[in-house]
């Protein structure tokens, strides 16, 4: 999120000035109702996809079974997921790739050593870990397409892409946009998009988000919709006060007594309004006195007794524009024990700076002030002009909700909301005081309570929980810092639960003097290595899928899943006919357009990806039996391509115990290619010597099997079924163009599973 080159002058320069957030248009009111819920709730139980990924079954490595309908209940209405998302890789300089991780396993020594030869240049990008789909660029469609898919199947409503240093990435979110857009129309379910913006200076990054996506309607079918209308994570005070205006250290200073607060300005064109706030520390009570004077120290205008709530903008409409010119305005307290305005101290070569550098936006302009007649060493920005129609519509059009960025204090307004905060986390209310969202993350960059970086071995990686980050030998996978944050959002049960994150990946290289607490000899601020990350997308090696898995079931214990509907039995005959086929239930389905199909350059100069194990497109599959065989169906989306002597061809597992222990990836049996390239054959696997493997002593049995067009049935003995099953109960899934004998990821980086990635579907016989 924080990248050096970017941010390093920022924090040395930014003159942090504010006060009287000013200007311009009125506050919007939002009303109507998230089409999603609105969809929800007339749907109570309803499966999130048209996949039905929440009724897939998934055990990980650790042993741990997704949680099902038995154990989560039905789909609740009203609960939505958002997930922080990155479009920055390949943009901030493509050296390396530095894998931060690999190279302190080599050389620990390095960690402690910013001169070791093993480390990018300073502020350079370095991964904490590799991703399973690589070290992967921004615009990688079929990367992207994967996203839409695992983050569909997981029960994400909305990514939201972190454009916080001031960078949009039009190069990363236009195939994005795309991408997810091609997903929806072939009839998939895939979240959303949303921005979140800079914390303190939205305003650039709003308006170039407004300017080439919003009201070009580019791609609006992906847009995020929000208390009706489109979510922007962004402060709309600040797009208020139209131009760079930074409350970023910002104190607020009361109105005491009789003192007036008094600022001079000069505007170069007419204007009709002023705005401004004021914070009341709460008080619902409070009321100012407002003067406009002119240069001559007339008064143009006076409003007595002028109601403020905290920190809501409030606004002088004049009947006539006042031409350019210098003028002042006065505020003094009227009612109320508490009110007065944000202030930020500069001084020296800053304040010089500040004044020389006035604002060039239009209608704003660096002032000094004085209080009680006396010159104050501060500098107040005010904002004054005319109507802005552009501020006007994008504060009509967005539902805003600004990110609290610190991960300690919680909300300082409603509406706020958090994306990554330090167990407990805080509630985050809505203006209507509804509590709304709550933040859940993997690992937070604090040290010692206070905000710092990752790199610091005492702060909050993985394994943190209990207060306390373990010692390396006590880490594990199983995500202890994410699920104590979990458990809290599932007992507090807000609207919405923003986890942190997916694919960041990436953080730029500092030293010592990194402007941040806990600053180690090299120092990185948000990313580190595999403990101390906070991504779920699945990686290389280490922890595997792990997190992914682990935020899935989570997500599901949140919403909810639908109930699965029961099964029905007909007779079948293997004779390409599939008309018996119609009355068979349940229909399981897969997503649709998910064959691997990838070419794209990766990290660097060097790296490429090409991947082309995508052919047959599984789209739905079912299950029926009689007293001797079990039926298999599937249906995919354009005829069935190859034959049993193509590469890695139809293949059919079957987890018949529901124990992912026993068997290849669980599955006992496998329908597969014959040796000669004929036909189908039935495998059996065993445990020899510690190691799942086919078992060559058990003679491969011939599978009676029919296809056309679209569409294959195949029948094979009942009796690979455990003994004792009267009602047949187990795991199956479809593999094309994937090397069914390998491990997980083969099936997320391959062909196509159904379903997908490490999922099975569940058959329970009627
Ligand atoms: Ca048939
Ligand atoms: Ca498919
Ligand atoms: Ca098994
Ligand atoms: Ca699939």
Redesign the pocket.
């Known amino acids: 999120m924080i990248f050096t080159t970017i941010i390093v002058p920022k924090y040395r320069f930014r003159l942090n000035t504010a006060v009287f957030q000013a200007i311009v248009v009125c506050a919007v009111a939002f009303f109507g109702v998230n089409s999603y819920g609105v969809e929800a709730k007339s749907n109570v139980g309803a499966s999130w996809n048209p996949a039905q990924s929440d009724q897939w079954v998934a055990t990980d490595d650790l042993g741990r079974a997704l949680p099902t309908y038995e154990d989560v209940g039905a789909t609740k209405p009203d609960k939505f997921i958002a997930c922080f998302y990155f479009l920055w890789l390949g943009r901030h300089g493509e050296a390396g790739p530095y894998n931060i991780s690999e190279i302190i396993k080599e050389h620990p020594e390095a960690r402690d050593d910013p001169n070791a030869p093993y480390w990018g240049k300073m502020y350079e990008p370095h991964h904490w870990g590799e991703s399973i789909f690589g070290y992967y660029v921004g615009q990688d469609e079929a990367v992207l397409r994967k996203h839409a898919q695992m983050l569909g199947d997981a029960g994400v409503d909305v990514i939201c892409f972190d454009v916080t240093n001031q960078l949009t990435y039009p190069e990363s979110y236009r195939p994005l946009f795309k991408v997810f857009s091609e997903m929806q129309k072939a009839g998939n379910k895939v979240p959303k998009v949303a921005f979140l913006c800079p914390f303190w200076d939205p305003n650039k990054v709003v308006r170039e988000l407004w300017h080439e996506v919003y009201s070009q309607n580019f791609y609006p079918d992906v847009w995020f919709m929000w208390k009706g209308k489109p979510l922007i994570l962004a402060d709309p005070d600040f797009v208020r006060a139209t131009g760079a205006l930074n409350c970023n250290g910002c104190t607020p200073v009361k109105l005491e007594g009789k003192a007036v607060l008094t600022q001079k300005f000069s505007i170069n064109e007419p204007f009709e309004k002023i705005s401004l706030n004021s914070p009341t520390w709460t008080e619902n009570n409070c009321a100012v006195n407002f003067r406009l004077l002119n240069e001559s120290g007339k008064t143009l205008e006076l409003h007595k007794n002028v109601g403020v709530k905290d920190n809501d903008v409030y606004s002088f409409n004049f009947k006539a524009p006042y031409p350019a010119g210098i003028y002042t305005v006065e505020l003094s307290k009227a009612k109320g024990e508490s009110v007065g305005w944000w202030a930020h101290s500069l001084s020296g070569d800053n304040y010089t700076d500040a004044a020389g550098k006035a604002n060039p936006i239009k209608g704003v302009t660096w002032l000094e002030a004085t209080n009680n007649g006396e010159p104050v060493n501060q500098v107040f920005l005010i904002g004054v002009g005319d109507y802005d129609e552009e501020t006007r519509d994008i504060l009509d059009f967005f539902t805003f909700r600004p990110s609290q960025p610190d991960y300690f204090s919680g909300p300082t307004k409603p509406n706020q909301w958090s994306w990554l905060e330090a167990y407990p986390q805080h509630e985050y209310y809505n203006d209507k005081g509804e509590l709304e969202e709550m933040g859940v993350g993997v690992a937070q960059n604090a040290v010692d309570g206070k905000l710092g970086v990752l790199s610091n071995p005492r702060s909050y990686g993985r394994s943190y929980h209990n207060g306390a980050e373990p010692a390396p030998e006590d880490c594990d996978f199983t995500g202890k810092n994410f699920q104590e944050q979990w458990e809290r959002a599932l007992k507090v049960d807000p609207e919405i639960v923003f986890i942190t994150g997916w694919n960041e990946w990436i953080a730029g290289r500092f030293d010592i003097n990194a402007p941040f607490h806990g600053a180690t000899p090299v120092s990185f601020v948000d990313q580190f290595n595999e403990e101390f990350s906070r991504d779920c997308e699945p990686m290389k090696g280490g922890h595997g899928d792990a997190y992914y898995y682990q935020m899935i079931s989570n997500i599901r214990r949140f919403k909810g899943v639908s109930r699965p509907n029961p099964a029905k039995t007909r007779p079948i005959d293997v004779d390409g006919v599939f008309s018996d086929w119609s009355k068979v239930a349940p229909n399981f389905y897969?997503?649709i357009s998910?064959p691997v199909h990838r070419d794209c350059r990766g990290w660097g100069k060097d790296q490429k990806y090409v991947n082309n194990t995508g052919r047959n497109d599984?789209i739905e599959a079912r299950v029926s039996f009689d007293n001797n065989h079990l039926f298999f169906y599937a249906k995919t989306q354009n005829s069935i391509q190859g034959d049993p002597s193509s590469e890695n061809w139809l293949s059919l597992l079957l987890d018949v115990d529901e124990n992912s222990k026993t068997g290849i990836n669980g599955n006992d049996y496998i329908v597969r290619s014959s040796k000669d390239g004929k036909g189908l054959e039935l495998v059996a696997t065993r445990n020899f010597e510690g190691k799942n493997e086919i078992d060559s002593s058990v003679k491969a049995l011939p599978v009676e099997y029919k296809i056309a067009g679209s569409e294959i049935e195949l029948k094979i003995p009942r009796s690979i079924l455990p003994a004792d099953s009267k009602k047949p109960t187990f795991r199956f899934k479809w593999a094309d163009g994937i090397n069914v004998l390998g491990d997980w990821s083969e099936f997320t980086t391959n062909g196509?599973?159904?379903?997908?990635d490490r999922y099975y579907y569940r058959y329970v016989a009627p």
């Open positions: 897969d997503t998910d599984f196509d599973a159904a379903p997908n």
